[in-house]
């Protein structure tokens, strides 16, 4: 009951807000009509209220990397980040506008821009801020809103809905400090497993089976290098890609190879809990051992391609490519890589993904990613702080339901990717990817209607039915429409089939100590890895990197995630 009557309260205390910051254009409540007071009312209460006058907020805007020579021969090529596909809708159904406090490229030249900002006390009155550090100095130097009422009162279904798909790792719980909610969380989607990449085309032609174990991938690679797979009369294939840090960052780090790791049950490169409950660094458990060895053995046999401690990612993919390399690992979204859709359109190269190497039970080990990727904070004091919650709706829910004029120049924008929305911050389920490949098979079946799905969907679709209608045609599709039906056709489509095992890490932060001293410790680990498999070092010298990796800070970092999850 208490509850009920203080969020009332709340409600009256945002509507007179409003009122009163509404830009000079209404100096006070008692400067309006009745009229006039009921509709800055009901737009202020309202997820998705349009409000009678604009109304401006300053922010930091963040854009892609693309740069900006991708809109040049587009309808947008004279757009601003204050004028742009994302603002002139917002403005359209909110009535809001953005006042640009600071612009930069997302990354380290934003998140500079937001450090700057809050070391000289003067932030915008929204913004997104990338890292869990930086929202924990802003709520402990009390620069931002509470946003408990407003998320409570005014956040769509949909973004309360994507929050709970998350389980025990809700968003809300990292961004809710003594029972308040500090920020609204941008989800960061499960990117779900890597799989194993191989040329069908080659797997054909020489007879073979898809690979499920260890032992069918080394037989495949086995293949690929000695019986000459592309015909071509040479000995010039390698085995599997390799990227020359071999893990870490997964799934996002094509070429790595984690995977052979996880499927001996070592989880390298992140904080696991071990049988006592306590968080270890998965990369000097004694798993590590049995995996190495294993690597060594394939190095040696040219199983692994052996020149991959020198290559860079741009060696990788020109390997490809040439048709030399026809097995890599990496995520579901791969056929986007260059590799690909270049083999593709020169070669009449056939990938697939494949659930391999598996566990004992026949399933991928993966590594489950955060389910947060950066926080919309609204700085203590700014009049309007129910704009942030708002704008959050439109991008996540009303934007992708809507199929009038303004939103078409939302899809359009999305293949461009040079803008992105004001606050960066979508919210979405956990397996949203999975959700939408469904969907838009469903319409590809004739089980449900193209009038079911969302404007991103719709995309996707159009897409499919691009790709399909040009290999009908016995022509090569565009490389755009190969990798979206490659990835969200296809590839997905194995995901969804044969999901794998998920091991979340214990921790994702950054401690103290680790600020001074995780580069020095991950260089460390790197040379000892990279030693034993190339065979500079023997097996047991891991046993003296993980002294070295202990006695050089390991164990103190240890110590204090281990604090920070208390």
Same mark, same amino acid.
């Given at each position: 009951?208490?509850?009920?009557?203080?969020? $009332?309260?709340?409600?009256?205390?945002?509507?007179?807000?409003?009122?009163?910051?509404?830009? %000079?254009?209404? !100096?006070?409540? +008692?400067?309006?009509?009745?009229?006039?007071?009921? &509709?800055?009312?009901?737009?202020?209460? /309202?997820?998705?209220?349009?409000?009678?006058?604009?109304?401006?907020?300053?922010?930091?805007?963040?854009?892609?990397?693309?740069?900006?020579?991708?809109?040049? %021969?587009?309808?947008? +090529?004279?757009?601003?980040?204050?004028?742009?596909?994302?603002?002139?809708?917002?403005?359209?159904?909110?009535?809001?506008?953005?006042?640009?406090?600071?612009?930069?490229?997302?990354?380290?030249?934003?998140?500079?821009?937001?450090?700057?900002?809050? &070391?000289?006390?003067? $932030?915008?009155?929204?913004?997104?801020?990338? /890292?869990?550090?930086?929202?924990?100095?802003?709520?402990? *130097?009390?620069?931002?809103?509470?946003?408990?009422?407003?998320?409570?009162?005014?956040?769509?279904?949909?973004?309360?809905?994507?929050?709970?798909?998350?389980?025990?790792?809700?968003? =809300?719980?990292?961004?809710?400090?003594?029972?308040?909610?500090?920020?609204?969380?941008?989800?960061?989607?499960?990117?779900?497993?890597?799989?194993?990449?191989?040329?069908?085309?080659?797997?054909?032609?020489?007879?073979?089976?898809?690979?499920?174990?260890?032992? !069918?991938?080394?037989?495949?690679?086995?293949?690929?290098?000695?019986?000459?797979?592309?015909? /071509?009369?040479?000995?010039?294939?390698?085995?599997?890609?390799?990227?020359?840090?071999?893990?870490?960052?997964?799934?996002?780090?094509?070429? &790595?190879?984690?995977?052979?790791?996880?499927?001996?049950?070592?989880?390298?490169?992140?904080?696991?809990?071990?049988?006592?409950?306590?968080?270890?660094?998965?990369?000097?458990?004694?798993?590590?051992?049995?995996?190495?060895?294993?690597?060594? /053995?394939?190095?040696?046999?040219?199983?692994?391609?052996?020149?991959?401690?020198?290559?860079?990612?741009?060696?990788?993919? #020109?390997?490809?490519?040439? %048709?030399?390399?026809?097995?890599?690992?990496?995520?579901?979204?791969?056929?986007?890589?260059?590799?690909?859709?270049?083999?593709? @359109?020169?070669?009449?190269?056939?990938?697939?993904?494949?659930?391999?190497?598996?566990?004992?039970? %026949?399933? $991928?080990? @993966?590594?489950?990613?955060?389910?947060?990727?950066?926080?919309?904070?609204?700085?203590?004091?700014?009049?309007?702080?129910?704009?942030?919650?708002?704008?959050?709706?439109?991008?996540?829910?009303?934007?992708?339901?809507?199929?009038?004029?303004?939103?078409?120049?939302?899809?359009?924008?999305?293949?461009?990717?040079?803008?992105?929305?004001?606050?960066?911050?979508?919210?979405?389920?956990?397996? *949203?990817?999975? =959700?939408?490949?469904?969907?838009?098979?469903?319409?590809?079946?004739?089980?449900?209607? @193209?009038?079911?799905?969302?404007?991103?969907?719709?995309?996707?679709?159009?897409?499919?039915?691009?790709? +399909?209608? &040009?290999?009908? #045609?016995?022509?090569?599709?565009?490389?755009?429409?190969?990798?979206?039906?490659?990835?969200?056709?296809?590839?997905?489509?194995?995901?969804? !089939?044969?999901?794998?095992?998920?091991?979340?890490?214990?921790?994702?932060?950054?401690?103290?100590?680790?600020?001074?001293?995780?580069?020095?410790? +991950?260089?460390?680990?790197?040379?000892?890895? =990279?030693? $034993?498999?190339?065979?500079?070092?023997?097996?047991?010298?891991? !046993?003296?990197?993980?002294?070295?990796? *202990?006695?050089?800070?390991?164990?103190?970092?240890?110590?204090?995630?281990?604090?920070?999850?208390?």
């Amino acid at each position: 009951m208490k509850k009920k009557y203080f969020c $009332i309260f709340m409600a009256g205390i945002m509507a007179a807000s409003m009122l009163a910051g509404c830009g %000079g254009e209404k !100096d006070s409540q +008692e400067n309006m009509t009745e009229e006039e007071k009921a &509709a800055w009312d009901e737009a202020t209460n /309202d997820p998705y209220g349009k409000y009678p006058e604009t109304v401006t907020y300053t922010t930091g805007y963040n854009l892609t990397n693309q740069g900006a020579d991708t809109l040049k %021969g587009t309808a947008y +090529e004279n757009d601003t980040t204050e004028d742009n596909a994302y603002t002139r809708y917002l403005k359209e159904v909110l009535n809001v506008q953005n006042e640009n406090q600071f612009e930069a490229l997302t990354g380290p030249d934003y998140d500079q821009k937001v450090s700057m900002a809050i &070391a000289s006390q003067d $932030i915008p009155d929204i913004m997104y801020v990338s /890292d869990y550090a930086t929202l924990v100095d802003l709520v402990e *130097n009390d620069m931002v809103e509470d946003m408990t009422d407003i998320y409570n009162n005014l956040a769509c279904d949909t973004v309360k809905e994507a929050y709970e798909s998350y389980g025990d790792n809700n968003p =809300l719980n990292t961004v809710t400090f003594d029972g308040k909610i500090m920020a609204i969380p941008k989800t960061q989607l499960s990117d779900g497993q890597d799989f194993l990449w191989v040329r069908k085309d080659w797997m054909d032609k020489l007879g073979l089976e898809e690979p499920k174990t260890l032992d !069918d991938l080394a037989e495949l690679l086995r293949k690929f290098i000695n019986e000459d797979p592309d015909g /071509d009369g040479q000995a010039d294939t390698v085995g599997l890609a390799v990227h020359s840090e071999v893990y870490g960052s997964y799934p996002n780090n094509t070429f &790595a190879v984690d995977n052979i790791f996880t499927a001996m049950g070592a989880y390298p490169n992140v904080w696991i809990t071990d049988d006592d409950g306590k968080a270890v660094y998965g990369s000097v458990q004694p798993e590590m051992k049995d995996a190495l060895s294993l690597m060594h /053995d394939w190095y040696e046999e040219g199983l692994l391609d052996k020149q991959f401690t020198t290559r860079t990612y741009d060696d990788i993919v #020109a390997l490809i490519s040439s %048709g030399q390399c026809g097995a890599y690992i990496g995520p579901w979204w791969s056929p986007f890589n260059t590799a690909q859709t270049s083999t593709y @359109a020169t070669d009449d190269a056939e990938w697939i993904n494949l659930s391999c190497p598996t566990g004992a039970d %026949g399933k $991928i080990n @993966a590594i489950n990613t955060k389910s947060y990727a950066g926080f919309v904070v609204v700085r203590k004091g700014y009049e309007h702080p129910e704009i942030a919650m708002k704008i959050v709706n439109v991008n996540s829910e009303y934007s992708k339901q809507d199929k009038s004029d303004a939103s078409k120049e939302i899809l359009e924008n999305q293949s461009i990717a040079y803008f992105n929305w004001p606050l960066y911050c979508e919210v979405q389920p956990g397996n *949203n990817a999975e =959700l939408m490949t469904e969907h838009v098979k469903a319409v590809m079946d004739g089980s449900a209607d @193209a009038s079911t799905l969302t404007t991103e969907e719709q995309g996707y679709l159009e897409a499919a039915q691009r790709f +399909e209608e &040009a290999e009908a #045609a016995g022509q090569k599709a565009d490389s755009a429409d190969y990798s979206q039906y490659m990835s969200r056709i296809v590839s997905m489509q194995r995901m969804i !089939d044969e999901p794998a095992n998920f091991v979340t890490p214990s921790f994702f932060e950054t401690t103290e100590s680790m600020k001074t001293k995780w580069a020095s410790l +991950e260089k460390i680990e790197m040379q000892a890895i =990279l030693k $034993i498999i190339v065979g500079e070092a023997d097996l047991d010298s891991f !046993d003296q990197f993980v002294e070295d990796w *202990n006695n050089a800070g390991g164990e103190g970092i240890t110590e204090e995630v281990n604090e920070a999850i208390k």
